[in-house]
């Protein structure tokens, strides 16, 4: 679905006058039958309800019997004439029917379409104001055909002036026929030589409003009894409202003058008041000034300063109100944003746009957009794969200006075939052909279509690529490799090689050899856990599966944007980055939408976002993981002289959680997703004390050789047999640096943990090591998992530190897995306890459960067999009480050493 502001545009390409008789022409029904479609989507007026009586200019009740009108039609309403509208089509008055009273106006289609336009003089204009078209429409059986109202300025001649052409949504589709459905249109100002307005009522069939593709054999179902009842319809003036902002993209950086320019204009400017106010990203107001309402356009207007206001993602809204009512609103978003991405003339080739197909922006704001992001690679659609999408070839001149400015930047640019082209889907009509159908067929039928864009952009186009980032239809069609010969021969005619991306998905199980393409693009969406992304991008790597490019979309099917989403699709990009993929794709973080006949292009808040990651991450080398604590991610990232550590906490409290680490003495400040910095509090030993939440942070100028001492302290081997007897183990200190390293350190275990030596003093040689052999015992009671040893370390390097570094040790019973849960049924919690037999032995087991303030129970298995997996219940009752416990399940082998323990949580 393209976006609704692009048609509404576009609408000037379509000449609306047929003949002498003023009526529209067939082409101009191929634009309203898109504009239908997408405006169902979504309403362009926005005010609240029907306004004074002042500002109706004037009011189609059809009440004009009492006038003298005793014809079957409302007076200055004519049919509209053209080969899909018959003129044995009826318009009527209905006198059984009426909104607020009857009679009003019907339509009957009897399987055609049908259509009246008002040309009368009763709907003059003031020049210079918007107006708001309301009205009222009944459906009567329309289960596939459709019914609207559109809207039009009209010049002394009362002919239509196409460019301001405006369609209300679509009335039908479903089975309620008593419903009166309240429909608008926004009509902004018109051209200086519109004089009044003209309306057109529409019943149209599928064949004029669903013009999408259709699939094979496709039956169009029409309605013979089709009807729409339309009354009171309502021409109201309103006051020209504008809200701008004085940067191309609507981004602001701090070179900038950080202003809002609002301006209202109406001839009753005495009768109104106006205001501005500035929302940030979560919707609360921050600030708010009155807007002057002037009688003409040279008035004054509202500069509202926003310098003050942080970096991040807002959104100005302009309020016009009467005395007790709202008339009109206007809204841009825009975004602050701090500094340049990189440093000027450098790019980030770890970031990359892909441009939508139907959300274009002008090139030139496009251009500013990625430099702004500081993009180093871009994929641009060749061929649309929509009928009314121009493919590249057919965008204009102003496309060669993107791209030449996108080749002095070095940018890497890759086209995409993201369907069939344009042209042909026109030709096809209702069965366009799909992509992977098309390249399978012969050449002969699309390869000028290919060559036409592949000569001219050859030197341009890094790569070109088969198919959209994440379409199933590609990635998983067994016709790709014969796809991919063809175009690589069709190509190779024209004396030159092709480089060529197939997208496939990171859980594709596929033959890579068989494809033959030279890059594989990664879809990696929200099916994929952020923490796993590593694990599954070295499984494709075993396979021989190249992981150089991939592609984060916002959700799977890249629609139903949510700004809940945004923390877990920025982790998405950070694990995707420090898992060795040399480029991330990502989709066109701004939209474009069409307000008063001009293009808007604003910035959603990734753009924020990925401002901010490009900026502290840019292409720094991924380095380790460094352990923190429990539950926290945390990631290193590596420039020429200092790293930047990203961290998160998935386990933290609704208002987070606060963990001491050192970072060296430069880590001063910690930035949010949004970009916004705060300093970094500090103990009374200088270590910084991280905020941590379930968003990602970023802390700069971190110290390396600190990062790389924390990564460099472990324990060997990692696992302890869950047994009661000692466990020597042996730890390591690496040393990272160029210079030797001293001092002391001291293990501390979990609690009932010993260990010995739990304190030795430690040197090693610059990039040496220190080993330390150790011993360790636990107590029976203890549960099996992940466990953690505190190795508090006062370093003594270059410079003296004072470290706590976490090393972990997995706790297991190499013959006995077991697991267990608790659920609420009825009044009793039950508790189920699980164990598998890893053994080569029968075993007897007995297990016990030990719940808070209740008394211990106790289940046996006895001749457990090896392998076999078994189950046993516990029952508690008044288990209000034990809601947030723990509650600790043993294991014990009768007659045996084998022990087993795990803690579960109670809902």
Sequence with gaps: MRNPGSFLLGLDRYPCVKSAHNTLSDTTMLALTIVLLSCSIRTVAQTSSLVDDDRTVHLFDFDERSDGNLEPIPKYWVPFESGDFPTYTTGTFDDWAGHNATPSFRLV????????????????????????????????????????????????????????????????????????????????????NARTVGLTVWVVQPGVWDTG????????????????????????????????????????????????????????????TARMDVRDVDGFTISSTSVPVVKDGDGPSADLDISELPVGAYE??????????????????????????????????????????????????????????????????????????????????????????LVRSRVRIVGVLAGAPSELIRTAGAYPRSLMTLLSDEPDKWKDHLVRVYAPYSSIFRSWQIGQDGDPSIMHDERLPNVIANVRQAVNQLNTQAHLTVPISLNSLLDV???????????????????????HLDSQRQIGVD?????????????????????????????????????????????????????????????VVLHTLVRLVGDAMPGERIAVAPGITALSFYGSKSATLVAWNDHATPTGDTHVIQLGEDADTITDMWGRRSELERTSDGRQ???????????????????????????????????????????????????????????????RWSISPSRFDFAASPNGNFKQKIEIRFHRDESAGRKTINVHMNLMAERDHKLVIPVALNLVNEDLDAWGY???????????????????????LRSSAIAPNQPRQYRNLLSFAPKQTATVEYHFREWETLKGRRIRLYLREVNGTRIHNVEIHVP
């Design 547 to 607: 992981t150089r490019t991939a592609f984060v979309p916002f959700t799977p099917n890249n629609q139903g944007w949510i700004r809940a989403e945004l923390p877990g699709w920025c982790k998405r990009i950070i694990q995707t980055r420090f898992a060795g993929v040399e480029t991330v794709f990502v989709p066109q973080p701004w939209t474009t939408r069409s307000n008063q006949d001009e293009a808007i292009t604003e910035p959603n808040e990734a753009f």
């Design 109 to 192: 289609s009897q399987g055609r379409n049908v259509a009246y336009r008002y040309t009368g003089p009763d709907t003059a204009i003031r020049p210079g104001n918007d107006y708001l078209v309301v009205g009222w429409i009944q459906g009567r059986q329309l289960d596939h055909a459709r019914a609207s109202i559109s809207a039009y300025h009209m010049d002394d001649h009362r002919l239509p002036i196409v460019s301001t052409q405006r369609f209300s949504r679509l009335i039908g589709g479903d089975s309620d026929d008593d419903t009166w459905h309240r429909v608008e249109i926004y009509l902004p100002a018109g051209p200086p």
């Design 689 to 751: 004390m991280l905020h941590l939440t379930r968003k990602p942070v970023y802390i700069e100028n971190v110290d390396p050789f600190l990062l790389r001492i924390r990564s460099g302290v472990t324990i060997d081997p990692p696992t302890i047999d869950y047994s009661l007897d000692i466990h020597r183990r042996t730890i390591t200190i690496n040393n990272p640096g160029t210079a030797p390293i001293s001092g002391t350190a001291t293990l501390k275990g979990p609690l």
């Design 822 to 844: 608790a659920i609420v049924e009825g009044d009793r919690l039950v508790v189920r306890h699980s164990v598998t037999n890893k053994s080569n032995e029968t075993l007897n």
């Design 316 to 405: 100005a809204v302009l309020f016009v109100e009467t005395e007790q009512r709202l008339l009109a609103k206007r809204s841009k978003r825009f975004a602050i944003v701090a500094g340049s991405a990189l440093r000027e003339g450098v790019r980030s080739r770890s970031l990359g746009v892909s441009l939508s197909v139907d959300d274009r922006a002008a090139p030139e704001v496009e251009l500013a957009m990625l430099n702004q992001l500081g993009a180093g690679a871009l994929k641009m659609p060749v061929w649309s794969g929509e009928a009314h999408t121009p493919d590249l070839m057919n965008t204009g001149s102003g496309i060669d200006v993107l791209l030449q400015g």
């Design 513 to 535: 050899d068989a494809l033959a393409a030279d890059d594989l693009s990664i879809t990696i969406d929200n099916t994929v856990r952020h923490n796993y992304i590593q694990e």
């Design 213 to 272: 593709a259709k699939p094979t054999r496709h039956i169009s179902r029409y309605d013979v009894k089709a009807e729409a009842v339309f009354d009171d319809i309502a021409l109201i003036r309103l006051p020209r409202v504008t809200i701008e902002t004085n940067v191309v993209g609507n981004v602001y950086t701090p070179n900038d003058l950080h202003k809002i320019i609002g301006q209202v204009v109406d001839t009753d400017s005495a009768r109104l």
